[in-house]
């Protein structure tokens, strides 16, 4: 506030203050209880506006659950491959006509057909961010160290595109605690 306080003093914008993190923190959870009550805060503070904390890299939340598929095979155009499959893409790429027999074939012998998807969901947790779906995997079953190694995978991705997740929720399945 003092910053804010020296450039009105000086006759400046109040364009580019930079915050605490702090600061910044408590504004994230002020709008995400109420909406009204930080557009209050910032009318009688001058702090940040609406438009300004949604360009901020704020924390995001992931949500995770397995659901279950119609299990089946297709071929898709866009990615080149048959989905449906717990393996590897670069096992059912198709690169001629005759590999879609020979792919498909291998799958069923395999029994890798897909009987759930493993969805991840991430959130800004403050009002009017809708949650966006970053990542499908299919799966045949679930079991607590896969969840584990794909929750580790997340974190590593998530750290590298500079996103900070503060918590990873589910729906309370025993294997994903």
């Given at each position: 506030?003092?910053?804010?306080?020296?450039?009105?003093?000086?006759?400046?914008?109040?364009?580019?203050?930079?915050?605490?993190n702090?600061?910044?923190?408590?504004?994230?959870?002020?709008?995400?209880?109420?909406?009204?009550?930080?557009?209050?805060?910032?009318?009688?503070?001058?702090?940040?506006?609406?438009?300004?904390?949604?360009?901020?890299?704020?924390?995001?939340?992931?949500?995770?659950?397995?659901?279950?598929?119609?299990?089946?095979?297709?071929?898709?155009?866009?990615?080149g491959?048959?989905?449906?499959?717990?393996?590897?893409?670069?096992?059912?790429?198709?690169?001629?006509?005759?590999?879609?027999?020979?792919?498909?074939?291998?799958?069923?012998?395999?029994n890798?057909?897909?009987?759930?998807?493993?969805i991840y969901v991430?959130?800004?947790?403050?009002?009017?961010?809708?949650?966006?779906?970053?990542?499908?995997?299919?799966?045949?079953?679930?079991?607590?160290?896969?969840?584990?190694?794909?929750?580790?995978?997340?974190?590593?991705i998530?750290?590298?595109?500079?996103?900070?997740?503060?918590?990873?929720?589910?729906n309370?399945?025993?294997?994903?605690f």
């Open positions: 506030m003092l910053q804010t306080a020296k450039r009105e003093e000086k006759d400046k914008g109040l364009q580019n203050l930079k915050y605490s702090e600061f910044l923190n408590f504004l994230v959870i002020l709008g995400s209880i109420s909406l009204k009550t930080l557009d209050l805060f910032r009318q009688n503070l001058t702090g940040m506006t609406i438009y300004s904390i949604r360009h901020h890299r704020s924390p995001v939340v992931a949500m995770t659950d397995c659901t279950i598929l119609k299990a089946g095979l297709q071929y898709s155009t866009n990615l491959c048959i989905v449906g499959s717990t393996l590897n893409r670069d096992d059912c790429k198709i690169k001629t006509y005759d590999d879609i027999y020979n792919k498909t074939f291998n799958i069923k012998q395999e890798a057909i897909a009987k759930y998807v493993r991430l959130q800004v947790p403050l009002p009017k961010f809708p949650p966006v779906i970053v990542i499908l995997i299919p799966t045949k079953n679930d079991n607590a160290k896969e969840i584990f190694a794909l929750h580790e995978k997340l974190i590593e998530a750290a590298d595109l500079e996103l900070h997740i503060i918590s990873i929720g589910s309370g399945a025993t294997s994903e």
